[in-house]
């Protein structure tokens, strides 16, 4: 699977969108994006995915670039429930099998 | 529906001891990953069952961690003897073919080895 570079940390205000970036210059044509977050003492939750096509569900939206080199996820209107750690992953199928590759992710903290 | 169940919530043991964690997937979930999480790093896969077969299990130290899935449902996985470094978070997760991957997770069991 493609490796994935993510800033550390990230700040946003209560109530604008947050955009968290990724890059994934390497990532192969059969390489979907993938986004996880995870909650202080809490296992990590499955976001959005997608493969070349932007996507937007009922928690986020997913834009990909033409290239597929980089990916921005966005909160629209971020809480302070939304602090986490989000996981940018990229991986080569979209079936059940195989297995999720965590880096480091970032710390996107949402202040008042 | 019912979430991934893990117990327990955390474990204190001494080194050398033996440590079980338990795992109870989400019903109809045919795949079942044990994770371990270290302090600031995102989760390492240990092992991947497909029903009851271990199918991906490169990541798990053999010679002192085991785990098995009886009847393809609940799972539980074992070390034996624990040693400092094993102090981490056990992440259990699971997912269902034809759900584009999507692994849920249960809360975890944070060890504590002294």
């Known amino acids: 699977d493609a490796k994935t570079t993510q800033p550390t940390s990230m700040d946003c205000a209560e109530g604008r969108a947050a955009n968290l970036p990724c890059n994934h210059s390497?990532?192969?044509?059969?390489?979907?994006v993938y986004w996880y977050r995870q909650i202080h003492s809490q296992g990590p939750q499955y976001i959005i995915h997608?493969?070349?096509n932007n996507e937007t569900n009922e928690m986020a939206s997913l834009i990909i670039t033409e290239d597929r080199k980089s990916s921005t996820l966005i909160l629209p209107h971020a809480t302070l429930r939304d602090t986490a750690v989000y996981y940018c992953?990229?991986?080569?199928?979209?079936?059940?099998?195989?297995?999720?590759?965590f880096g480091q992710g970032t710390i996107l903290t949402v202040h008042p | 529906e019912a979430g991934v169940v893990q117990s327990p919530r955390y474990k204190i043991i001494e080194k050398k001891q033996p440590v079980a964690f338990w795992c109870n997937p989400i019903?109809?979930?045919?795949?079942l990953y044990w994770y371990l999480q270290n302090l600031g790093q995102g989760p390492e896969l240990l092992i991947r069952?497909?029903?009851?077969?271990?199918?991906?299990d490169s990541q798990l130290p053999k010679d002192r961690f085991s785990a098995e899935r009886l009847k393809g449902v609940d799972s539980t996985l074992k070390i034996q003897p624990a040693e400092l470094g094993d102090s981490a978070v056990y992440l259990c997760?699971?997912?269902?073919?034809?759900?584009?991957?999507?692994?849920?997770f249960g809360p975890g069991t944070r060890l504590t080895v002294l």
């Open positions: 997760a699971s997912s269902q073919e034809g759900r584009y991957n999507e692994q849920f």
């Open positions: 390497t990532i192969s044509g059969n390489e979907y």
């Open positions: 997608g493969l070349k």
């Open positions: 992953i990229v991986r080569a199928s979209s079936t059940s099998y195989g297995k999720l590759t």
């Open positions: 019903s109809g979930h045919n795949t």
């Open positions: 069952y497909e029903n009851e077969e271990a199918v991906d």
